[in-house]
Structures are given as structure tokens and as C-alpha cells.
């Protein structure tokens, strides 16, 4: 008999809410209101309170408006086309029904959903909870420790400690080193120009941080080492902006 305390479970609601809307076909009622989304997420938000019945689920979206980032870079995000009128009128069921099936539902505003879950997975750890944070975004493998473990539940990957290292090539407390150097595309955060995934692991490897990186910036040679040296502000920002706020 398994005697070890059944875990939180952290649901990103945000992140689930727009890959069911992409992973599934175009469903709509009768009166023509789409329900695709509003399917995928409940589904999997069923399957997760069937697979761990003695664990609280909470499932966390990001409010409506900007965020402390978007203080610090105006840029962040900016980018992004706004919700297809098709998602939009399917977040209020969405929350609806999340709530009456008895779930907490956390909308906290001036921070996202990552935020968020980094406090109340940091708040269990200290308590010594486990905590299961249901996810398909790779910036939250930085929680990740002996006690938080992430879980994509439309591929049924979890990465925990050992298997962030094997997917990204650095452990969970690098991940957000990582994503400052490469940036990222999708949330705007700049990064150094020109360089990936394999740059990125390979400069860890060799100076231990992005600090040990910065550094060290003189020796790394070729256009990508001239690209960095140019780069120091921007990267240090990315690191702000890639880094989750546990408090």
C-alpha cells in the first residue's frame, strides 16, 4: 500500500484551454455555440479527478489584462493576435462548469497562471505536499523538484527531476537560464539573438549559469559570441520576464 500523501494537483488552465481548442474539431450545439474547447478541458479535468481521488485539483487561469511583465517589457506578448471570438465564448462555460463540479478556480490578476502555480507548489513543498502540475508548457519545468512533477495530459509525458534533464538538457533549476538565452517566441521574450537550444545547453554545460555566461562572454568566440556580448541587457531582462514568481 502506497502510504506517501496524495498530491495537489495544479491545473494550467490557460495552457489546456488553447490546445483543446487547436487538438479538437470545430463542435458546436444546435444554437451554433462552439464547444470544442469547453470538451477537451472538462474531459481532461475528469480524468484527472478519477486518477487522483484523494487529491485537491485546482485549476488556475490567467486573468484578463496585462501583467507586472508587461510593466517591465511593453513588448511582452504584445505580438499576439487577440482570442478567436470561437474561444472566447467558451472561457465563461469553461469556468462555469469547472466550478460546479466543485473545483477551486483561481483567477489572479496582474500575474498569469504560472505565477500562480509557482506559489502554491512552492507553499506545498514547504509543507512537504507533493504537487502535480497538470501542463503542456515547457516554462514551468523550473518548478520542478522532488516534490513537484509536471504531467501533459494529452501526451501523457511526466518530467520530473531526471526527465527535464533528458528532454532539455539541463536540470530544473537552469530551465529558466535556458529560456533566457533562447527567448521565446511565442510570449516575445527576446533572448540572444541566433541562439537555440543546442547554444544554450552547450554554454550551461560549460559556464554553470547565464551569470557564469555573461562572464565568460569575452572568450566565447564567432558572430553568436559577438551577438551575446551585444546582448547582456536584453538577456538579463529575458531572465526576468522567463523567471515564475513563487510569492
Do not use: C
Not at 32 to 57: C, F, H, K, W
Not at 69 to 93: G, V, W
Not at 106 to 115: G, K, N, R, T
Not at 232 to 238: A, E, K, T, V, W
Amino acid at each position: 500500500m502506497d502510504s506517501s500523501p496524495a498530491p495537489l494537483v495544479l491545473v494550467d488552465g490557460s495552457s489546456y484551454v488553447y490546445r483543446a481548442f487547436h487538438a479538437l474539431p470545430m463542435l458546436t450545439t444546435s444554437s451554433g455555440q462552439n464547444t470544442g474547447a469547453v470538451r477537451g478541458v472538462i474531459s481532461m479535468l475528469r480524468r484527472l479527478v478519477a486518477d487522483y481521488p484523494e487529491s485537491p485539483v485546482v485549476v488556475v487561469f490567467d486573468a484578463k489584462g496585462k501583467t507586472f511583465r508587461s510593466d517591465i517589457y511593453t513588448e511582452y506578448k504584445a505580438h499576439r493576435p487577440p482570442m478567436p471570438d470561437e474561444l472566447r465564448s467558451q472561457i465563461q462555460p469553461i469556468h462555469q462548469i469547472t466550478e460546479a463540479m466543485g473545483l477551486p478556480l483561481l483567477i489572479v490578476s496582474d500575474v498569469e497562471a504560472d505565477d500562480v502555480i509557482g506559489t502554491l507548489s512552492q507553499q506545498a513543498t514547504e509543507i512537504g505536499m507533493p504537487t502535480l502540475v497538470s501542463t503542456g508548457d515547457k516554462d514551468l519545468a523550473q518548478l520542478v523538484n522532488d516534490k513537484v512533477t509536471l504531467i501533459n495530459t494529452m501526451t501523457n509525458e511526466l518530467l520530473d527531476t531526471e526527465s527535464v534533464e533528458v528532454k532539455f538538457g539541463v536540470g530544473p533549476d537552469r530551465i529558466i537560464d535556458y529560456l533566457a538565452l533562447m527567448g521565446d517566441k511565442s510570449d516575445n521574450i527576446p533572448g540572444v539573438p541566433s541562439v537555440g537550444p543546442k547554444t544554450a545547453v552547450k554554454w550551461l554545460q560549460e559556464y554553470g549559469s547565464m551569470e557564469g555566461i555573461i562572464e565568460n562572454a569575452d572568450a566565447i568566440g564567432g558572430k553568436v559570441g559577438e551577438k551575446l556580448r551585444e546582448n547582456i541587457d536584453l538577456l538579463r531582462l529575458s531572465y526576468e520576464l522567463a523567471t515564475i514568481k513563487m510569492d
